[in-house]
């Protein structure tokens, strides 16, 4: 089974322009740039053009994973509860005959957006280079693999792969994360230090004299 994809909120946040469009909510992330494109000009995107980037939870009911709704109190109906300005494939407030409601799924219940998942909690990691003395510092999620967080290392180093990982001499096992690879977080080595988010736990490369490039 492929595994999901992780990304961090700042990830989501630099796609926050209306040819780019992400949001996350409910601990997914996704996609809304076709949304936008299908939509061009429509003025139900202001609110979604509006929360580029940023997480939409509060939009939603956790149980029902639906827009959240209320008694509208004007005709004692329950409907959608958008405080931001109805949006597309949200009813409008009363009955019109030039509503197109022929959308099928509405965008937030349609996977065809989704691209991943929000990571619970990131965290930061130094990858050293022993053949080079680089000394990266890199926001990885915490669900993420070691191999995973090779990938995202690879913009640093093509080679990366050539190396072999290590942290304080011991070998790490790529398939699992760093938590599974008992490397500590900043908090559990300097709890209670001020400079507590300066620090992070550091790996090792060792070169293989073996060029493998992505």
């Known amino acids: 089974m492929l595994r999901p994809k992780y990304f961090t909120s700042k990830e989501v946040s630099l796609h926050n322009t209306l040819e780019d469009i992400w949001v996350s909510y409910l601990g997914k992330v996704y996609n809304l740039t076709p949304l936008a494109e299908e939509n061009k000009g429509d003025l139900l995107l202001k609110s979604i053009i509006e929360c580029a980037g940023k997480d939409i939870s509060h939009w939603f009911d956790p149980k029902t994973k639906d827009i959240l709704r209320h008694v509208d109190p004007l005709t004692g109906c329950i409907k959608y509860y958008t405080p931001r300005g109805r949006f597309i494939h949200v009813p409008p407030p009363c009955p019109h005959t030039d509503w197109a409601n022929d959308f099928g799924r509405p965008w937030w219940k349609d996977n065809r957006y989704e691209i991943g998942l929000l990571s619970t909690k990131t965290r930061w990691i130094r990858i050293i280079n022993t053949l080079t003395s680089q000394d990266q510092r890199l926001e990885v999620c915490s669900e993420e693999t070691l191999d995973e967080i090779l990938q995202r290392y690879l913009c640093y180093n093509a080679h990366a792969a050539s190396y ?22 900043a908090d559990e080595l300097y709890c209670g230090s001020i400079d507590c988010n300066l620090f992070s736990s550091s790996i090792s490369l060792y070169f293989n004299y073996d060029l493998t490039e992505f």
Do not use: A, D, R
């Open 164 to 185: 072999t990982w290590k942290h304080n001499g011991v070998n790490l096992v790529m398939s699992k994360t760093l938590g599974e690879n008992n490397i500590p977080e």
